[in-house]
């Protein structure tokens, strides 16, 4: 089985998204949605990142940003607390 890293933090997500990480679900927690990726070393690396506030091409990020927005809007709309993929 694969170890999955969660986040609530759209912001967060919206950087892994924004540096080319997969995707691989959602989930409803109480009034949160959490963004599901693969861990990797990689990815370990991006949260490092993300916490130093290290730089991120702005443009790449407001379209992740906007992806993440977009799947808490969409998640509203069906909150039986099923995984999504």
């Not at 089985?1 to 959602?26: I, P």
Request: net charge positive; proline share 5%; with cysteine.
């Amino acid at each position: 089985m694969v170890d999955t890293f969660r986040t609530s933090d759209y912001g967060q997500a919206a950087f892994f998204l924004a540096r080319g990480f997969k995707l691989e679900g959602t989930e409803r927690s109480g009034h949160d949605l959490i963004f599901h990726f693969q861990s990797s070393p990689a990815l370990l690396d991006a949260i490092s990142q993300y916490s130093s506030n290290a730089p991120i091409p702005c443009r790449d990020f407001f379209h992740a940003l906007r992806k993440t927005k977009g799947l808490i809007r969409k998640d509203t709309e069906n909150t039986d607390g099923k995984p999504r993929r």
